[in-house]
């Protein structure tokens, strides 16, 4: 059975750091595209980030870029969500995502939600003002 868990959300001042972990049991995406989405009340779960399967290629929403970092390691078939700088708009439920459509290494990932097949269970961020 395939299953993503992530982790590592909590509650932290604005201006502060969080790190979070999705990872993947049961399949490996080390070839595949992995990203990570959030939902916040009454919106729509949005694009964050995503990195291709060689982490040569990344995308970045713009409401994040320069402040999130997406990485991953393959041989612990983990990817990880460096977020800085925080404000109280980045308040949300996290998830991650995972691919099956294979990832050439100059190819950029997907930044749809339609794109990816397996979703973590979410962990909620709370940025307080």
């Known amino acids: 059975q395939v299953q993503l868990v992530d982790s590592g959300g909590g509650l932290v001042q604005a201006g502060g750091s969080l790190r979070l972990s999705c990872v993947a049991s049961?399949?490996?995406?080390?070839?595949?595209?992995m990203g990570w989405f959030r939902q916040a009340p009454g919106k729509d779960r949005e694009f964050l980030t995503a990195?291709?399967?060689?982490?040569?290629?990344?995308k970045y929403a713009e409401s994040v870029k320069g402040r999130f970092a997406i990485s991953r390691d393959n041989s612990k078939n983990t990817v990880y969500l460096q977020m800085n700088s925080l404000k109280p708009e980045d308040t949300a439920i996290y998830y991650c995502?995972?691919?099956?459509?294979?990832?050439?290494?100059?190819?950029?990932?997907?930044?749809?939600?339609?794109?990816?097949?397996?979703w973590g269970q979410g962990t909620q961020v709370t940025v307080s003002s």
């Open positions: 995502a995972a691919s099956t459509r294979y990832s050439a290494s100059n190819a950029y990932p997907p930044m749809d939600r339609l794109s990816y097949d397996y």
């Open positions: 049961g399949r490996d995406f080390s070839s595949n595209a």
């Open positions: 990195i291709n399967s060689y982490s040569a290629r990344t």
